[in-house]
């Protein structure tokens, strides 16, 4: 038994004694001996040491003297995480605070002006189209509408049977003419987007509703365009210099002879009565039946388009109609000549819990916030929509850039 406790204390001592000190101390041992410590050669790693120090891991993290450098990556991490919270809390008429934090936190981004159409922002723009362009090429809705929300007031309309596009732009600066613009969005981020849609509709001349480039990817495709009374008729004081036909003076004639034809104009200026008409469309049996509304938006022309899908739902787009003046009467009665499932109103609309008791929809999906052609005052946020909506004599959603509902 001793010869036993001996040999093992033998094979455990050295063991216990090489743990106990620093692993840089330890040698290996020499054949058939134990392991020695090493002071000169701890020393020696030592001064090497210091001769040559650890890569500073940290530096990536710092922004000492370059401010803006920090708000640009600031702004991507927040784009991202809000992004990351929204995708997880989708829109829902009674939103939780993670999702309104989200939304808050985006508003706070978009009304800093130092970002403006940098990286930050055009990384966002960029995933808004991509977001939109993957829904499209997925599988349709089960339900009979989908909406999906685009940049400011723009919105598709997909049913199981056709899909239709209403104000989308690119956003910036003269894309309503296609001279000397500055767009948010490059024109081939929306080819695959307008290849899935069947006819696009503009509801006035403004430059954050109607865009020249997207309008003429409508047409090139064969598919027709629905356009308000002055659009690229006058220049209308939008954008550049234009001929006598509103056609801008830096546009190539026959890319305007493309989109000419395909435009629809289903009533005039001086309309006071809404125009029924109907448009034949590739994907359906039937034509589509559509009501524009003769409304403006001070006194440029404004047509909200109440469209009934083959499914049987019917949206009402209200463009940038103002809600009072001589059309208020008759916006007060909607609800007396059709059913409105959904209404698209913009969130900034004067008197819009009146107007949405005269429409009487089954839902409000508001829009328009966050224009970013407009100053920060009129940037309207999603934190004043929520305010907005809580009024209001009908259900509300709220949607970011991106985001879809579908509709029962």
């Known amino acids: 038994m001793k010869n036993t406790l001996h040999a093992t204390l033998a094979l455990a001592l050295p063991l216990l004694a090489a743990a106990l000190l620093p692993a840089a101390a330890i040698l290996p041992a020499a054949s058939g001996g134990t392991p020695i410590t090493a002071t000169a050669t701890a020393a020696t790693a030592t001064a090497a040491t210091a001769a040559k120090p650890p890569a500073d891991t ?3 993290f710092s922004f000492i003297k370059n401010p803006d450098a920090m708000l640009r990556e600031q702004a991507r991490v927040l784009y991202r995480q809000a992004r990351l919270v929204l995708d997880a809390h989708p829109p829902s008429a009674r939103p939780g605070d993670e999702r309104l934090l989200a939304l808050f936190a985006l508003d706070s981004l978009l009304h800093d002006t130092r970002l403006d159409q940098g990286p930050a922002f055009t990384a966002l723009m960029e995933d808004l189209a991509r977001r939109v362009a993957a829904t499209l090429a997925g ?7 989908r909406i999906i929300r685009f940049y400011n007031h723009g919105f598709i309309l997909q049913t199981p049977s056709v899909t239709l596009a209403i104000d989308i732009v690119r956003g910036g600066k003269n894309v309503i003419t296609g001279a000397g613009e500055q767009p948010f969005m490059d024109e081939e981020l929306m080819r695959p987007i307008v290849a899935r849609c069947d006819a696009l509709f503009i509801s006035h001349p403004h430059n954050d509703h109607a865009d020249f480039r997207v309008a003429r990817l409508f047409a090139d495709a064969g598919k027709p ?14 954008g550049a210099a234009a001929d006598e036909r509103g056609v801008p003076v830096a546009a190539n004639a026959a890319l305007w002879e493309t989109l000419s034809p395909r435009l629809v104009r289903p009533r005039s200026a001086a309309a006071t009565t809404p125009a029924d008409f109907t448009l034949a469309l590739p994907a359906l049996a039937k034509p589509l039946a559509v009501r524009a509304y003769p409304g403006h938006q001070g006194k440029v022309p404004n047509n909200l388009y109440a469209i009934t899908t083959p499914e049987g739902k019917t949206i009402l787009h209200s463009g940038d109609q103002t809600g009072g003046g001589d059309d208020l009467p008759w916006l007060l009665k909607i609800h007396e000549q059709q059913r ?13 819990p009146l107007v949405v008791e005269g429409v009487a929809p089954a839902l409000v999906l508001p829009g328009h916030e966050n224009e ?37």
């Open 372 to 408: 970013m052609g407009h100053t920060v005052d009129h940037r309207e946020s999603w934190w004043q929509t929520v305010r907005r909506v809580q009024k209001l004599p009908a259900p509300a959603i709220l949607t970011a850039w991106g985001e879809h509902v579908d509709i029962p």
């Open 139 to 145: 599988p349709r809705p089960a339900a009979p509408l």
């Open 340 to 352: 409105v499932d959904v209404f698209l109103p913009q969130c900034w609309m004067a008197r819009l």
């Open 225 to 238: 365009v629905v356009a308000p009374p002055g659009l690229w008729e006058t220049n209308a004081g939008h």
């Open 58 to 60: 940290q530096r990536a």
